[in-house]
C-alpha cells in the first residue's frame, strides 16, 4: 500500500512538472506542433511506447469498429521485440512514427547520443518524417538538426492513461472537454497504461464519432 501510494506521488509530481513544461514549451518551442489543421473537424489520436503484443491489436480493433487510423509511436526495442505488430499497424492503414530505440529521455543525453537514438529507431521502422520525443523531453540542441527529417509532435490533449489510480469519470470528462477541432490526443498501449487506455477508449471514441470528428493520421 505504502509502495503504490510513493508511487503514485511520483507519478503526479512528475505531472505537474511536465505540465509546467508543456504549458511553456508551447510558447517557446513553436517549431513543435503541438495541434494541427485547426479548420477541420479532424482530431489525430497518437498511440505512444508500443508495439505491445496484445494491448496494440486491441486499439487496432478499436479504431477499426469506428473507422477511425492512428498514429502509432513506436519504440524501437519493442518493433524488434514483437515484429508481426507493425506491419499489421500498417495494413490497416495507421501510421508508425518514431519514438527513439530505447525510450530516452532527452535532458539526460547529448544531441548526438538523442540523433543516434532517433536513427536506430528509423533503422527498424524506415524513416516516417515525424518524430515525438518520449516524456515530452525533447533535446533542445537536436532539434534543427531533427527537423531536417521530421516533423516533432507534441500534443494537445493527454489522456493521462499512465497514471496510476486515475479517476477515469474525470478524464474522460476532461479530454471531452479539451477537444477541439485538429487536436492532437495521446494514449499510450503499454501495459502500464493498459486498464485506464481501455476504460477509456472506447467511449471517448463514440464521443469523437457522435460530434462528427474525423479520425486520421497525422
Ligand atoms: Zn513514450
Same mark, same amino acid.
Given at each position: 500500500?505504502? &509502495?503504490?501510494?510513493?508511487?503514485? &506521488?511520483?507519478?503526479?509530481? +512528475? ?17 513543435? +506542433?503541438?495541434? !494541427? ?8 489520436? +497518437? ?13 487496432? @480493433? ?10 502509432? #509511436? ?18 490497416? !492503414? &495507421? ?23 532517433? *536513427? *536506430? ?5 524506415? @524513416?516516417?518524417?515525424? #518524430? ?9 540542441? *537536436?532539434?534543427?538538426?531533427? =527537423?531536417?527529417? @521530421? ?6 490533449? =493527454? ?35 493498459? +486498464?485506464? =487506455? ?9 464521443? =469523437? ?10
Amino acid at each position: 500500500m505504502k &509502495n503504490l501510494l510513493a508511487r503514485k &506521488n511520483v507519478a503526479y509530481l +512528475t505531472f505537474a512538472a511536465l505540465n509546467f513544461w508543456y504549458s511553456i514549451g508551447k510558447t517557446f518551442l513553436p517549431k513543435l +506542433t503541438w495541434r !494541427k489543421g485547426v479548420n477541420e473537424q479532424t482530431v489525430y489520436l +497518437t498511440f505512444d511506447d508500443g508495439p505491445h503484443p496484445e494491448i496494440t491489436p486491441w486499439v487496432m @480493433n478499436e479504431l477499426d469498429k469506428v473507422g477511425a487510423n492512428g498514429t502509432f #509511436f513506436v519504440v524501437g526495442d519493442n518493433v524488434v521485440k514483437y515484429p508481426g505488430i507493425v506491419p499489421e499497424l500498417r495494413k490497416r !492503414k &495507421n501510421l508508425v512514427a518514431n519514438h527513439t530505440f530505447h525510450h530516452v529521455k532527452g535532458w539526460r543525453l547529448n544531441a548526438e547520443q538523442y540523433l543516434n537514438e532517433i *536513427a *536506430a529507431c528509423d533503422e527498424v521502422i524506415g @524513416n516516417s518524417g515525424l #518524430f515525438r520525443p518520449p516524456f515530452g523531453q525533447i533535446n533542445f540542441k *537536436a532539434i534543427p538538426l531533427i =527537423l531536417q527529417k @521530421n516533423e516533432i509532435i507534441m500534443w494537445d490533449v =493527454l489522456s493521462k492513461d499512465y497514471l496510476p489510480g486515475l479517476n477515469i469519470r474525470r478524464a474522460l470528462a476532461r479530454i471531452k472537454r479539451q477537444t477541439r477541432p485538429g487536436s492532437i490526443v495521446v494514449f499510450h498501449d503499454s501495459k502500464k497504461a493498459e +486498464t485506464n =487506455l481501455k476504460a477509456m477508449l472506447p467511449e471517448y471514441l463514440k464521443f =469523437l464519432k457522435d460530434n462528427g470528428y474525423q479520425m486520421k493520421v497525422l
